[in-house]
């Protein structure tokens, strides 16, 4: 029998990464927006804290398990922004290009290059869960200044991998969730949740 739980995000292409990562177990998902759950305030400064606040949110608001991600890109030159806010780094309601046009530009005669995406991953049994399970991963790489790669979503085309000389966007969906840092929290969340019987305390 599958156990349901509540994706707290109403980001289409997370909602693609999760899909493909939890498919092998019986986890059956429900996306936020399916569920007519608002999106979460995310006021805090570090991506734990805006996890667990979306989780806490969609758990309320569901009563069931919910499953949140916090994650954006930390560039090493900017002092680690956009970080949290890398979803409106160049605004509220702004596109992707947008914000990939103002990390170039903001970029521009910078000689370090480095950067990071990290993802934070909280899962809660309920909305006032005191235990609940939290990740936080990082996948290492640098900004390029002009895109490649057709897959995947967000900084992606601008995020190169030296070792593999590709960028995010230029994996296929299934080489990208191997290695990178939503994927990596996935399969360290699922090796917790293996050894914590985590749902068999749930209120669902």
Known sequence: MSQRLVLASNNPGKLREFADLLKPFAID??????LNIPAADEPYNSFVENALAKARHASQRSSLPALADDSGICVDALGGAPGVRSARFAGEHCSDEDNNQKLIASLQGQQNRRAHYVCALVLVRNATDAE??????????????????AHGFGYDPYFYHP?????????SPEHKNQISHRGQALRELMD????SHFFTNSNA
């Open 132 to 149: 609940p399970l939290i990740v936080e991963t990082r996948w290492d790489g640098e900004i390029i200044d002009t895109p490649r790669g």
């Open 163 to 171: 070792q593999l000389g590709k960028t995010a966007a230029e994996l």
């Open 29 to 34: 998902v429900i996306a936020q927006g399916s």
């Open 192 to 195: 917790q949740l293996r050894r």
